[in-house]
């Protein structure tokens, strides 16, 4: 069963557009959301995260917008850029107790120029 | 800090032999975890240690996989006999206390026969 759930599969942008990702979760228990970047050959990396008690936090021209009564977060990239286009993956872990990330099938994107 | 080592990078095999991947996690790290990722399935995480006690290890697909951490500084996933459906990358990753963020390795793309 998917912990977290992630939507669109793919999205194709031009650049300079908004490419918003769509992550959605059930189990309460989970506090912290992160979202993962990856590029080609290489592994996920640590892009953006959030804890529920906020419902927006930004680090340059990434967003994650949190709706914590929906179960629901995104991530928006501002201004986006062909040097974006990788697959992005959001993930969930527990407030308490094992210490693993449950990971969205995640999202390839594409800016095109 | 080196990161997260992972070897081989590549490993291509026949049906029926033995696969050993290898992980050197980031020094200082209480936790390590092997997943794989496949277009299909995304990221499934296989098993996890906490000061190399095994965890959780209800992701790995049967019998004929199995993962050791023999100290704080290796681990190895062990596939016997492998199977062209266990053709995957697969990644390990390491945090540290308190429950920080995950660091993924380079994968290993493996191709079985």
């Known amino acids: 069963q998917q912990q977290v759930k992630q939507s669109p599969q793919s999205l194709i942008v031009q650049k300079g557009g908004i490419p918003i990702i769509n992550c959605a979760y059930e189990?309460?228990?989970?506090?912290?959301f992160p979202w993962y970047q990856q590029f080609p050959g290489k592994g996920p990396a640590l892009l953006i995260a959030i804890r529920p008690d906020v419902s927006e936090k930004k680090e340059g021209r990434f967003t994650i917008s949190f709706n914590k009564s929906a179960k629901q977060f995104s991530l928006h990239i501002m201004d986006s850029q062909p040097g974006d286009s990788a697959t992005y993956f959001c993930?969930?872990?527990?407030?308490?107790?094992?210490?693993?990330?449950?990971f969205g099938t995640g999202t390839r994107l594409t800016v095109i120029p | 800090d080196a990161g997260v080592i992972q070897s081989p990078r590549h490993e291509v095999t026949e049906m029926g032999q033995e696969v050993t991947l290898r992980c050197k996690p980031i020094s200082g790290h209480n936790s390590l975890f092997w997943y794989r990722q496949t277009m299909m399935r995304g990221l499934e995480l296989l098993i996890y240690f906490n000061n190399n006690v095994p965890i959780d290890d209800s992701g790995m697909p049967e019998d004929r996989f199995s993962a050791k951490m023999p100290n704080a500084s290796f681990s190895t996933l062990k596939i016997q006999p492998s199977e062209p459906r266990d053709s995957a990358v697969y990644f390990c990753a390491s945090t540290g206390p308190p429950r920080g963020k995950l660091f993924f390795g380079s994968g290993t793309q493996l191709s079985v026969l």
């Open positions: 993930a969930a872990r527990r407030q308490t107790g094992a210490n693993n990330l449950f």
């Open positions: 189990n309460t228990a989970f506090d912290y």
